[in-house]
C-alpha cells in the first residue's frame, strides 16, 4: 500500500481508479480521462496534488541557501507573493528536481514533485547548509489545483469578500497568505487558474465545495495529457539527474547573472554551454494513426534521438510528444512504432495553451 | 468487480467470445480490460477473411495509457469486424459486451471452444489477479 492524501476515501467513494504515483495511492481517472481533459481545457477541474511535497526555507540564511541550490535565482523575486520555477541541479548539472520557490512574508515555500520529496529534502539539508537555515517538511498540508477557464471565478466565489479581490488581481507566479489558506496563480495545464494550499483537514471541505461550485474531479491521467499538450517538461521522463537544463529547453530557468553566484552544477552547465550542446528538447506530432509512447526511437536527418514523453493529445487528436534529438534536427522526423518507421514532425511547444492550438498541421 | 455476463465465454488475456446461432464467434474485450486500459483512442481491426491460430494477436486496442493487442480465442476465418469502431474506439469503453464487440470468427473446430473459462472461471481469475 503506498501513501495516502487525506482526499484518498472522497476519491474512492467518487468511482476514481486508483494508482501507484511515486509510492502514493492517487486517481487516474473518475471515469473518463478524456472528458476531464476537455472540462479543464473548456471550463474546469480540480486534481489532488497533496502528494506534492511542500517545504517551508525559515532562517537568516535561507536566500543564501536556495542561491546556492537553485539555478535560478531567488534575488529575482521582487517580496512575498512573488513565485519562480526553477531547477535544482547536482555537480554534473543534472536535475535534482524542478520546483516552484515562492517568497513568503518569513521566508521561502518551495513546492517539489511527489517522488523525489524525500531525496529533495535530503539534498536541501545537506547541501544547502550554509548558514542557520532550517528546511521544515509541511506534510500536515494538502494541495489542490483548480485549472480551467472558468476555475479563477469559481474559487474567487467561494472565498470571502476581501479575499477574493485580492486572489483576482493575482497574476500569473504570484501568490497570497491569509489565515488557513495559501492561493498561487500556477498550475501545470497550461490554462488559468489556482494552486491552493490548505491544512489537510481542510482539504475534504474544500473539495466538496469546489465539486459543488461545477468544478469538475480530475485524476492525474488528465493531469499529464494537460501538461504535455501545453509542452511542460515532467521531471524523472523529460529531464533527469543526467541530463541538464541546456538539453531539456530549459535554459531560461538558468540565472547566469551575477557571475558571482556559485550555484551547484553552474561549473559544468558554463562548460557545457562553452562547448556547445549536442542535444535539445523539442516537440514531435505523429502525422498518421497511432500512440506515441516514452523511449520511442527518433529518427532525423541530424541523427536520432528519443521520445521522452509520448501520449495523445485529446485536444489535437492526434499523438503528441517530447523528444530529446540533436540540435540541428527540425521539421521532418520518423518514429520507430512497432517496428515500422512513422512519418512525423519536429516543432516547438507548447501544442496547445489557453484552449487554442498553437502549432500548424502536421501534415 | 467488472460485469462478467454469465452466457459468455472467457479467455484469460481478458477477451469474450459469444457463440452466435450461426455457429460463428463474436469477440470483445472485457469491461474489466476497458476499465484497465482507460479511454481507447484506436482499435485495429483484422482483415476480413483472414485466418488466425488460437492465441494469435488479431486485432490491437490502443489507449492513451497504453495498446494491447487481442488474440484470436481459437483457430479461425474473421468474417466480420465492427466498422464503427473506426470511428468511435469510445464504444468498448461504453459497451465492452454490446456495440464495442470487435470481431466475428468461423471457428475452425467448433469444440475448441471447451477450452475456453466460463464466468466463474473468469471472475476467479480476476480474483486471483486482484
Keep these: 500500500m503506498g501513501s495516502k492524501t487525506p482526499l484518498y476515501q472522497t476519491h474512492v467513494d467518487a468511482g476514481a481508479r486508483m494508482v501507484d504515483f511515486g509510492g502514493w495511492d492517487m486517481p487516474v ?17 480540480v486534481f489532488d496534488v497533496s502528494h506534492m511535497g511542500v517545504v517551508d526555507v525559515r532562517g537568516p540564511a535561507a536566500t543564501a541557501a536556495l542561491q546556492r541550490l537553485m539555478c535560478n535565482d531567488v534575488a529575482r523575486l521582487g517580496g512575498p507573493g512573488d513565485a519562480l520555477y526553477t531547477c535544482m541541479l547536482n555537480e554534473r548539472g543534472g536535475v535534482v528536481d524542478d520546483l516552484i520557490v515562492y517568497a513568503t512574508e518569513d ?6 514533485n511527489a517522488a523525489t520529496r524525500r531525496q529533495d529534502l535530503d539534498w536541501m539539508r545537506q547541501q544547502g547548509a550554509v548558514g542557520e537555515v532550517e528546511f521544515i517538511e509541511r ?7 483548480v485549472q480551467g477557464p472558468r476555475a479563477p471565478a469559481q474559487v474567487q466565489a467561494l472565498l ?3 479575499l477574493a479581490g485580492r486572489a483576482e488581481a493575482l ?28 491544512p489537510a483537514a481542510k482539504a475534504g471541505d474544500w473539495w466538496q465545495r469546489l465539486v459543488s461550485a461545477g468544478v469538475r474531479p480530475c485524476g492525474l491521467g488528465a493531469r499529464d495529457t494537460l501538461r504535455l499538450e501545453a509542452g511542460l517538461n515532467l521531471y524523472g521522463t523529460d529531464m533527469t539527474a543526467e541530463t541538464t537544463p541546456l538539453e531539456s529547453a530549459l535554459g531560461w530557468t538558468v540565472a547566469w547573472e551575477p557571475e558571482t553566484r ?12 562553452e562547448q556547445g550542446v549536442t542535444h535539445k528538447l523539442t516537440g514531435v506530432v505523429l502525422a498518421g494513426r497511432g500512440v506515441l509512447r516514452n523511449h520511442l526511437r527518433v529518427k532525423t536527418p541530424a541523427g536520432e534521438g528519443e521520445i521522452t514523453s509520448g501520449s495523445w493529445s485529446p485536444t489535437l487528436e492526434r499523438a503528441i510528444g517530447l523528444a530529446r534529438v540533436p540540435v540541428g534536427a527540425a521539421d521532418a522526423c520518423e518514429i520507430e512504432m512497432r517496428g515500422k518507421w512513422m512519418p512525423g514532425r519536429l516543432v516547438r511547444p507548447p501544442f496547445v495553451r489557453h484552449g487554442r492550438v498553437r502549432i500548424g498541421n502536421a501534415d | 468487480m467488472s460485469e462478467i455476463p454469465a452466457e459468455l465465454r472467457y479467455t484469460r488475456d481478458h477477451e469474450w467470445v459469444r457463440e452466435e446461432d450461426d455457429g460463428t464467434l463474436t469477440v470483445g474485450i472485457t469491461a474489466h480490460a476497458q476499465e484497465s486500459l482507460g479511454d481507447l483512442v484506436f482499435v485495429e481491426l483484422p482483415a476480413q477473411g483472414q485466418t488466425s491460430e488460437a492465441g494469435e494477436a ?3 486496442v490502443e489507449s492513451v495509457k497504453a495498446a494491447s493487442d487481442v488474440y484470436a480465442p481459437v483457430a479461425g476465418t474473421v468474417v466480420a469486424t465492427n ?6 474506439p469510445e464504444l468498448v469503453n461504453e459497451s465492452p459486451y454490446g456495440e464495442g464487440w470487435l470481431f466475428r470468427l468461423e471457428p475452425e473446430d467448433p469444440r475448441n471452444l471447451e477450452g475456453l473459462l466460463d464466468a466463474d472461471a473468469y471472475t476467479a481469475l480476476l480474483e486471483e489477479e486482484g
Design chain 1, 29 to 45: 481517472h473518475y471515469g473518463s480521462q478524456l472528458e476531464e481533459h476537455h472540462a479543464v481545457r473548456r471550463e474546469s477541474g
Design chain 1, 107 to 112: 521566508g521561502y515555500r518551495v513546492v517539489v
Design chain 1, 139 to 145: 506534510d500536515d498540508l494538502a494541495m489542490l489545483a
Design chain 1, 160 to 162: 470571502d469578500e476581501g
Design chain 1, 171 to 198: 497574476r500569473a507566479f504570484q501568490a497570497l497568505e491569509a489565515p488557513q489558506l495559501f492561493v498561487s496563480r500556477t498550475g501545470y495545464t497550461g490554462e488559468d487558474g489556482y494552486e491552493l494550499i490548505m
Design chain 1, 262 to 273: 556559485d550555484f551547484i552544477g553552474r561549473q559544468a552547465l558554463a562548460t557545457q554551454r
Design chain 2, 58 to 60: 488479431c486485432a490491437v
Design chain 2, 83 to 88: 466498422e464503427a469502431l473506426e470511428e468511435r
